[in-house]
């Protein structure tokens, strides 16, 4: 759900080499990935965040704005769901790590990625798989409503733009 300024500052951050085209296709290859939302039949997804990730400025405050107003139009699609755990919540489960889940309609198991800064990782252990939907369950309770979290990505979004003035 990034733009390519906000994919391309994250990208620039984490490369260790000035490796232009990298950077490039790193950016190309997640925005390529949002096509699918425009699909005749797309996914659901569903995303929980931290109210943190809204205020770390990545790149600018124009990137930032940007980033945010694209995240609220996404939260508006109706197979997409954006939660915000605010800050007030303090320390929670999901702080230990990002992770993707993967389900599928044919009630195949399911599958988790994991994310860490050198690599990421995939399993279908059904152990596992389990155990990471229970902690995507938690924090979903944590988190604000659909609505409520849109109104609070939007008034951070209007912080960054009076940064702009």
Sequence with gaps: LQTPEYARALSQ????????????????????????????????????????VLRRCIGSAKIMQDQLVHLAEMAEHPNIKIHVIPAEVGAHIGLLGAFAIAGFADDAPGIVYFESPDQGETTRDSATVAKIILTFDTLRSEALPRGASRDLIMRVAEEYGRDLA
Excluded: Y
């Design 13 to 52: 951050a984490w490369q260790t080499t000035q490796d232009d085209d990298a950077v490039e296709q790193l950016v190309a290859a997640r925005i390529d990935r949002q096509r699918i939302f425009g699909r005749l039949n797309p996914p659901s997804f569903w995303a929980v965040i931290d109210e943190g």
